[in-house]
Nanobody, 128 residues
């Protein structure tokens, strides 16, 4: 049974940093493209960042977080991380990890959840 346990969220001031963790079980994060998604009440869940499986680990980011967020994984810990720097109020959301599919288009990329397996999420609030 696949399970994701997200942690590391909290309340932070604008400009601050947080590091989110996702502990996975029932699958190997190193074999799959894994990602972070976020959702604000009343809005659809948004793909934030994904990292491909395999040795190289290509990374993908939604434009709004490029240069501020960094995704990584630890195959030994079977975990995925999201380092979030220079946080903005618009980053406020519940953050989830899931298996990710990256759809490439002309000059664009869309990060979507591959299936409907989600953890409980971790709340990130950016406010002064």
């Amino acid at each position: 049974q696949v399970q994701f346990v997200e942690s590391g969220g909290g309340l932070v001031r604008p400009g601050g940093s947080l590091r989110l963790s996702c502990a996975a079980s029932g699958l190997k994060v190193g074999d799959l493209t894994m990602g972070w998604f976020r959702q604000v009440p009343g809005k659809e869940r948004e793909g934030v960042s994904c990292i491909s499986g395999g040795r190289v680990g290509y990374t993908y980011y939604v434009d709004s977080v490029k240069g501020r967020f960094t995704i990584s994984r630890d195959n030994g810990e079977n975990a995925v991380y999201l380092q979030m720097n220079s946080l903005k109020p618009e980053d406020t959301a519940v953050y989830y990890c899931a298996v990710c599919t990256v759809r490439m288009g002309p000059g664009t990329q869309t990060l979507i959840a591959t299936d409907d397996r989600w953890g409980q999420g971790t709340q990130v609030t950016v406010s002064s």
